[in-house]
């Protein structure tokens, strides 16, 4: 059985708001972010003079001028992480990250991440852009228990802010900088004991939601919109029915990619705003690391003798849920 | 038990010599003995002698195989060699350090041209792919496990190295792609005995030190950097490792396979510290590929190891990890 013994994140400082975007005179204005997609602010690396300036024409300038990168992030979360499950580095036995934007292939990320945190032990990366959460969980869940380390360490880190053509008038809105981390354990109780996961992919569809290496991000908006809702609902579908949620009582997490498309999942299968938990208006679509900051940033606020429901999707077209029952604080 | 039910392999068909380096290239004089006497490049030599490739954002665009094309042609002829549908395929995993769009996951790319809508992500090992890829399926709990699985790895390295007189990574690197299917309940070609990952990036010389980056690089937005020497000390060392890690585990081995640079030294380092098994290589002729190389030296000489033979594929290099797998022919 796994357990999640703390979570942690991180988030870039520079906040991008409605009317930053509309004084860029790109065709889009604060009214119009709000309705579609209710993001009021998202959080970058990058300094606003150079998104004003340059509207982030060539990607490899970003780099050059970030105020941190997704390693700072990821190393901001995981410490966060270790402390909250009440260990040091040197007792992580496993680094597991995901990012949608590495600096590196080579050396991976998770290998710059565990050195830098003075984690001496097996580290790769293991990725599928925004499900990243349901991934990492359901790769552990699929492994023997008995030869998983006492702790892991997961990671989903990404600066996808770095990659937005600031011309286009609605990718500016939708990203947003950060990181979160959670350690993993099959051998110690945890806060959340992990009851169902499930990880699947459509990549036959994969160039729907694409960040070229060289280039900008690019997404088929409507499409992804549309499968994104289908596929969170299906997904909590499928666990109110296996596992007699309650929504009265269990909480939810979905996908941090926009507020709008949060409303109309919840709005569908009647989950209440008081059980639902999100991030999205202020910090905008994290990646794969939007949903477990979530979990992060309402840490302190899990009350025992609930479920909560995690479903994201994202690129692949991947996607995948995660459900756990929040445990007494110990 | 793991078993390789079939190995494919594809390399683009352009042959890169050394002559060709030195006319083309501006390259001084190759000399004789060097390690490495041609490579297989996706690039037309055409365009390497006009550009030297100065700018790898246009690789692409030019590019006769690209990372995810070699991937596809692997998984291909794996199946045929299987004798099974493409369909029966129940998951991928894929390991690249040569991706040209960060998001999707190349696995995500790879199947969704096969048009498969199975789980697939990638778990990124770079030059320890193949014994991580093998230890991810061997680990995995059988009431989870399709019967067939496969480990793709793709990479395409001469579409991120500069051709010039200044450059040392053009004399080394190749492309290549592998795709592995396994079962855990079919016999197959091989049998695994024993597979090892690990990795150790704290004072892992590729990550720490302030020379890491020009040891071994592969940066997402600038070109590839190999300093030949001191990687190659670095594959000797994580080689003498496993050696003498395999002598003591007192395995009967009759080959042993690595994706070392300079042959010469390999074999040396076999010769002294396991005579009874001879080296097995191609980078002399298709150049290095990162992690696909050493599961294709494998698939080269398959049919000329025999059954009941031992064989070590041996990995460790771009990257802070080193790996084993010891496979029994069939």
Redesign the interface.
């Given at each position: 059985m796994l357990y999640i013994l703390g979570a942690g994140h991180s988030h870039a400082k520079t906040v991008i708001t409605n009317k930053f975007l509309e004084d860029l005179d790109i065709g889009t204005n604060a009214q119009w972010i709000e309705e579609k997609i209710g993001i009021f602010e998202r959080v970058s690396t990058l300094p606003l003079d150079y998104i004003r300036i340059t509207r982030n024409k060539d990607p490899r300038q970003a780099r050059e001028v970030a105020a941190s990168d997704a390693t700072d992030l990821a190393i901001e979360a995981s410490h966060l992480a270790m402390k909250r499950a009440g260990i040091s580095a040197a007792q992580v036995g496993l680094v597991l990250c995901n990012t949608c934007y590495p600096e590196f292939s080579a050396p991976t990320q998770a290998q710059r991440i565990a050195e830098r945190l003075g984690v001496n032990a097996k580290s790769y990366d293991l990725m599928s852009a925004c499900p990243a959460f349901a991934l990492h969980l359901n790769h552990l869940n699929c492994l023997d228990e008995s030869i998983l380390p006492e702790y892991i360490l997961c990671i989903s880190t990404a600066t996808l802010t770095q990659t937005v053509d600031y011309n286009q008038r609605s990718d500016g809105a939708i990203w947003g900088d950060g990181a979160a981390a959670w350690v993993v354990s099959a051998t110690h109780v945890g806060r959340l004991k992990l009851l169902d996961t499930v990880f699947e992919a459509d990549p036959t569809r994969s160039q729907a939601v694409v960040v070229d290496r060289f280039g900008h991000f690019w997404q088929d908006g409507r499409a992804v919109r549309d499968f994104s809702v289908r596929q969170t609902v299906r997904l909590i579908k499928r666990l109110e029915v296996e596992y007699s949620i309650d929504w009265s009582n269990d909480i939810f997490i979905g996908h941090q990619a926009n507020k709008t498309m949060l409303m109309q999942i919840t709005a569908n299968r009647n989950i209440p705003d008081s059980n639902h938990w999100h991030n999205v208006s202020y910090l905008g679509n994290q990646a794969g690391a939007g949903a477990p900051a979530t979990l992060s940033m309402h840490w302190e606020k899990l009350q025992s003798n609930k479920k909560l429901a995690v479903a994201v999707v994202g690129a692949g077209l991947s996607w995948g849920s995660v459900l756990f029952e929040i445990m007494p604080s110990q | 038990m793991l078993s390789i039910i079939s190995i494919g392999v594809s390399y683009p068909d352009t042959v890169l010599t050394n002559t060709d380096i030195e006319h083309y290239c501006s390259y001084p004089k190759i000399r004789e003995d060097f390690p490495v006497e041609s490579r297989r490049v996706s690039l037309p030599i055409k365009y390497i002698k006009l550009t030297g490739n100065s700018d790898?954002?246009l690789s692409e665009l030019v590019a006769k195989k690209t990372t995810t094309d070699l991937g596809v042609e692997a998984v291909l002829e794996a199946v045929k060699k299987a004798n099974i549908d493409l369909n029966d395929i129940g998951v991928a995993i894929a390991d690249?350090?040569?991706?040209?769009?960060?998001?999707?996951?190349e696995?995500?790319?790879?199947?969704?041209r096969l048009?498969?809508?199975?789980?697939?992500?990638?778990?990124?090992?770079?030059?320890s792919a193949f014994p991580?890829h093998m230890e991810?399926f061997a680990?995995?709990?059988k009431d989870?496990l399709p019967k067939y699985l496969v480990s793709i790895i793709t990479n395409t390295p001469s579409l991120f190295v500069s051709y010039g007189k200044d450059s040392s990574a053009q004399l080394y690197v190749g492309d290549c792609a592998v795709a592995t299917i396994f079962s855990r309940e079919e016999k197959g070609i091989f049998n695994m005995d024993l597979v090892s990952?690990?990795?150790?990036?704290?004072?892992?010389t590729?990550?720490?030190t302030n020379t890491s980056k020009d040891i071994?690089?592969?940066?997402?937005?600038?070109p590839l950097k190999i300093h030949a020497e001191a990687f190659s000390q670095i594959q000797s060392a994580k080689l003498e490792k496993n050696l003498q890690e395999l002598v003591s585990k007192k395995q009967k081995l009759s080959k042993i396979i690595s994706s070392h640079l300079v042959v010469k030294e390999a074999e040396a380092m076999v010769s002294k510290l396991y005579s009874s098994a001879s080296y097995l290589s191609n980078v002399p002729t298709f150049g290095y590929s990162?992690g696909s190389t050493a599961p294709a030296i494998l698939a080269q000489y398959s049919t000329e190891i025999t059954a009941g033979e031992k064989v070590a594929v041996l990995t460790g290099g771009?990257?802070?990890?080193i790996g084993a797998v010891i496979l029994t022919k069939q």
């Open positions: - | 790898i954002r690249t350090a040569t991706t040209l769009q960060t998001t999707p996951a696995s995500q790319r790879i199947i969704g048009g498969l809508k199975i789980p697939c992500y990638d778990v990124i090992g770079v030059d991580l991810t680990n995995w709990k989870r990952y690990k990795s150790s990036p704290v004072n892992s590729l990550l720490s071994l690089s592969i940066p997402s937005l600038a990162f771009a990257d802070a990890c």
